[in-house]
């Protein structure tokens, strides 16, 4: 029976990306966060399927942490599914990516209509130099900057070293640092096809205030939160 969910839920997936690509694209002129509301119809339509399809739900719990204004998003990552409840949890948001995801298509070509800060993990330097500059050039624009500190997705249950990116861009912005952790991989496992019914809990720090901090000591407190948190979820 998961299979036969599973394998619905992609031919849908399929078939429901490309509709979105258009929307995408045709909505290039308007403002980017109004932009960002229609393209992220997409990841509501693919929560709404994971529910009806695959039996996948969601609890959140620490709503009430959730800033009035844009910050920045430490989330842990283990699944595709954190990239699409995020849409539906926080304010207009952008990611931090890898620059070859819009090349994929359909999903890129949308993607790249969103104000992503896609870059070469490759050139180290010049991708935090692009980080700090595009991240308070999105933060000032209203958006909150998601980044997944580890850099990539970790199976459930690991945990990957967590890079200082996220930090330097709360500390260099004064925006407030927000933990978030959850137990997807669980359900949704790192790059798997099978997608198992049940709940998804996701829980969100406080934030975390840059203020007469240094990016390291930042780091530090998301780290130590995000996998204490991972370990009381599991």
Not at 193 to 212: C, E, L, Q, V, Y
Request: charged letters at 20%; proline letters at 6%; glycine letters at 8%.
């Amino acid at each position: 029976m998961v299979f036969i969910r599973s394998l619905i839920f992609l031919l849908l997936q399929i078939l429901i990306t490309p509709l979105f690509t258009l929307v995408a694209l045709l909505s290039f002129p308007l403002h980017p966060i109004t932009r960002y509301r229609l393209i992220s119809g997409w990841a509501l339509t693919m929560l709404w399927l994971l529910r009806v399809v695959c039996g996948i739900r969601m609890d959140v719990r620490g709503a009430e942490n959730i800033p009035g204004q844009p910050c920045i998003l430490l989330c842990k990552h283990q699944s595709a599914w954190e990239t699409i409840a995020l849409q539906k949890v926080f304010p207009p948001q952008v990611w931090v990516l890898k620059r070859e995801l819009l090349r994929l298509p359909f999903f890129g070509w949308g993607l790249a209509m969103t104000s992503p800060i896609a870059i070469d993990r490759s050139d180290g330097r010049e991708a935090m130099k692009q980080l700090l500059k595009q991240g308070k050039q999105r933060l000032q624009a209203g958006f909150c900057v998601v980044i997944f500190p580890e850099g990539t997705r970790i199976p459930y249950g690991q945990r990957g070293k967590y890079k200082i990116g996220g930090a330097m861009l709360a500390a260099s912005s004064g925006a407030l640092a927000v933990p978030v952790a959850h137990n997807a991989g669980r359900l949704w496992g790192r790059h798997s096809f099978f997608k198992h019914p049940g709940t998804i809990t996701m829980s969100i720090g406080a934030p975390i205030d840059p203020a007469g901090l240094k990016a390291d000591e930042i780091n530090r407190r998301a780290e130590d939160w995000i996998e204490a948190e991972v370990e009381r979820l599991s």
